[in-house]
């Protein structure tokens, strides 16, 4: 059972925004400003998209952006494109990183 | 550009030990800014962060609680690689398998990633 609470799926259309949400507890995101996101395309592995709620590494587009809210945190996509169609997973860091269940993102 | 090689077996039978390498480029094992991790992705479990290794004036671990009594993670300096190795598998621990990188301790994201290995637990 992961620590961090994500929708199972969320989908837009091309061009649209569309909000991810990761909910953890008070002792891992509410406390900590140490929550990273990562896309999947099948088949190969996780890619750093969002660091330390809201940074993103060098070479990340700047449609995605990250927020944090309370024990909330979220991955905003704008500007949708057929190639943002992947798993999204958070992360929390407490002592160790701890990953979300996912968030299967369809491009309608 | 860090670039991590995994290598090591995709089968293992239940109760042996699943053994791991993973060969690190354009970065040193030794680098006391980096932690070296190992994380597991299944359909069941989800992605599942195991344990790191990391250089900080000598060697330290951390382990997931989860797998404590099973886990060995191990620096090979000379080879600037490292090493996993997981005791007493059974089928539940069928997974793809990832050797990753992460800025400090893992805390400001983890940035390399391996091409990742699924490991086949038979019963």
């Known amino acids: 059972q992961s620590a961090l609470t994500q929708p199972a799926s969320v989908s837009g259309s091309p061009g649209q925004s569309i909000t991810i949400s990761c909910t953890g507890t008070?002792?891992?995101?509410?406390?900590?400003?140490?929550v990273s996101w990562y896309q999947q395309h099948p088949g190969k592995a996780p890619k750093l998209i969002i660091y330390e709620v809201t940074k993103r590494p060098s070479g990340v587009s700047n449609r995605f952006s990250g927020s944090k809210s309370g024990n909330t945190a979220s991955l905003t996509i704008s500007g949708l494109q057929a190639e943002d169609e992947a798993d999204y997973y958070c992360?929390?860091?407490?002592?160790?990183?701890?990953f979300g269940g996912g968030t299967k993102l369809t491009v309608l | 550009q860090v670039q991590l090689q995994q290598s090591g077996p995709g089968l293992v039978k239940s109760s042996q030990t699943l053994s791991l390498t993973c060969a690190i480029s354009?970065?040193?094992?030794?680098?006391?800014?980096?932690?070296w991790n190992w994380i597991r992705q299944s359909p069941s479990r989800g992605l599942e962060w195991l344990g790191r290794t990391y250089y900080r004036s000598t060697w330290y671990n951390d382990y997931a609680e989860s797998v404590k009594s099973r886990i060995t993670i191990n620096p090979d300096t000379c080879k600037n690689q490292f090493s996993l190795q997981l005791n007493s598998v059974t089928p539940e621990d069928t997974a793809v398998y990832y050797c990753a990188r992460g800025e400090r301790w893992g805390e400001l994201g983890i940035d390399s990633w391996g091409q990742g290995t699924l490991v086949i637990v038979s019963s």
């Open positions: 008070s002792t891992d995101v509410w406390n900590y400003n140490l």
């Open positions: 992360c929390s860091y407490a002592g160790s990183n701890a």
């Open positions: 354009g970065d040193s094992v030794s680098n006391n800014n980096a932690a």
